[in-house]
Every structure is written in structure tokens, then in C-alpha cells.
């Protein structure tokens, strides 16, 4: 695969005439970044994101010390997205490893993460953390060549989790071993899960109590088993949002 390089636009930087796309504005860091770091010149071609699903290809036609002025050759709506629309809720692990988690999930194609306080959660919740953790995501982003920025939304109660998990078409818990009147993940289907979105829970590093084991069974969840080793929070994060997008389809 190709090494490309994605800047980010907002979308006001970008001229729309007659419901064209003709040329978008570069500026700030990432202006910074395409003249003084990767010392792009008039005429080089680019291409740029605008994090809510919008991918632009062009050229540089002007560069001054503000700005980089582009024409637009080419849109392409959705461009790197995944059609099915996964949600990670994760007990919140060690910070560091919260953001390794983020920015390995941003990649691998979730369309947001939820850190959750649970019983067990040690760790405690850093709502001054939101920017730092939207800037993982949007470099993630860039990084992938997706155009939607995944939401990050602030440390939230699983008792307040609970209580919107019907507004996804698909629930899934990480939890082993199965107890026993869980539903395996994928059982009693023909095929792969139906519809478009999901929600994946993750427990923290003490794991679910049993009473949010049930509320998960009770909450319709499938219950999925990455295997006979105990993983940390991180990567069961990670493995577990692979598999699933693996499985519908969407890492092939
Ligand atoms: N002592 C905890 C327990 O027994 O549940 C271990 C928790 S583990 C470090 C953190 C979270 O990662 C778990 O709550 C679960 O969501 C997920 N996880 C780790 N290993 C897993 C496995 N083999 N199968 C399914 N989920 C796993």
C-alpha cells in the first residue's frame, strides 16, 4: 500500500460553486506541516480529509505563508469508512494504555469508544483528557486514510451505558468463560450478524461483577470468547474489534 499523506480541512475550508467542490484552504499545523515538514511545492498533488466524510484529492496551486491553496480534482463521500458502524465501550484502563487502545481501534475502523466506569474500573476518570484524546483520534484518522472522525465521548457509567444500548442493532460483551445461559456471539445465525450497527463491551482490567454479567445477558448481548488466555483491556480492545469487523466483512 501506498504511503499518503491526508491533511485536515474543516469544512469551511473548502469552496463549494454550484454544488462543486472547486479548491479547499490549508492552514495552521497542518499548513505548517505540508510546507515546513514535508516541504510540498506548487503543483504537488495532495489529499486531504475533512473528518466528516469527506476525502478530496488536488493540487497545490498556491502556497503563501498563511495558507496553501488547492485545487480539487477529485470527492469521494465515506472515503475509508467501514459501512458497519462499531461502537467500543471499554472500562477504562491505565491512561497510556487507553491511548494506545484509541489510536489502534481508530485504525482498525470503530466509529467510536466510550470509556466506562464500572464496578471494577481502578482507574480514575480524566474528563481533561477529551482534546488530547480527540487529537489521537484525528491523527489516527489521518494516519488510516479514513474521512469521519470517531466520537470520543467522556468517561460514562455503565449504569448510564446500559440504558442506551437498544439503539444498536447488534450487542456483543467480551467476557469468558460464557456463563451459561449466554448467547454465544454469531450463534443462531445464517451468516453474520444483521444490521449496521453495533455496540462491543469491554470490561476493565478487574473484569464485569456478576450483576453486569447479567445485565448484559438480560440486555440481549452476545457473548464473545477471544480464547482461553486472559487478555489485558487493551488488547482484548483491539482483537475484539478486529474480529467482529472480520467477521461482517469489513477487514478482509
Ligand atoms: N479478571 C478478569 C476476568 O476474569 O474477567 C480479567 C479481565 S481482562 C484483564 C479485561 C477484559 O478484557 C475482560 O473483562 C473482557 O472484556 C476482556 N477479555 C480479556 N480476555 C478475554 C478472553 N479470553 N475472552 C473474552 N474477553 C476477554
Redesign the pocket.
Known amino acids: 500500500m501506498s504511503r499518503r499523506e491526508y491533511f485536515f480541512v474543516e469544512p469551511d475550508q473548502v469552496i463549494w460553486q454550484s454544488g462543486v467542490a472547486t479548491e479547499l484552504y490549508i492552514r495552521g499545523e497542518e499548513h505548517h506541516h505540508l510546507t515546513r515538514v514535508l516541504r510540498h511545492q506548487p503543483g504537488d498533488r495532495i489529499f486531504a480529509v475533512d473528518g466528516r466524510g469527506m476525502f478530496y484529492a488536488g493540487t497545490i496551486e498556491t502556497i503563501t505563508k498563511a495558507f496553501s491553496r488547492v485545487r480539487i480534482e477529485k470527492v469521494e463521500p465515506r472515503h475509508g469508512e467501514p459501512r458497519f458502524q462499531l461502537t467500543l465501550a471499554v472500562?477504562l484502563p491505565r491512561l497510556s494504555r487507553f491511548e494506545w487502545l484509541l489510536e489502534k481501534v481508530v485504525e482498525i475502523g470503530v466509529v467510536g469508544v466510550v470509556p466506562i466506569i464500572s464496578r471494577?474500573t481502578v482507574v480514575k476518570p480524566e474528563t481533561k483528557k477529551m482534546s488530547r484524546w480527540r487529537n489521537i483520534a484525528r491523527a489516527a484518522m489521518k494516519q488510516c486514510g479514513r474521512s469521519v472522525l470517531p466520537e470520543i465521548q467522556p468517561p460514562m457509567p455503565l449504569e448510564a451505558l446500559w440504558r442506551q444500548v437498544e439503539q444498536f442493532d447488534v450487542r456483543i460483551?467480551?467476557?469468558?468463560p460464557l456463563p451459561p445461559q449466554a448467547r454465544p456471539f454469531g450463534a443462531g445465525e445464517q451468516s453474520a450478524p444483521q444490521g449496521t450497527s453495533g455496540l462491543l463491551?469491554?470490561?476493565?482490567?478487574?473484569?464485569?461483577a456478576p450483576e453486569e454479567v447479567q445485565k448484559a445477558i438480560d440486555g440481549g448481548f452476545q457473548f464473545?470468547?477471544?480464547?482461553?488466555?486472559?487478555?489485558?483491556?487493551e488488547?482484548?480492545?483491539v482483537v475484539?474489534s478486529a474480529l467482529i469487523l472480520h467477521v461482517l466483512d469489513e477487514i478482509q
Open positions: 472500562g471494577y460483551i467480551a467476557h469468558a463491551l469491554v470490561g476493565p482490567e478487574g473484569g464485569f464473545l470468547s477471544l480464547g482461553g488466555r486472559r487478555l489485558r483491556t488488547t482484548a480492545g475484539a
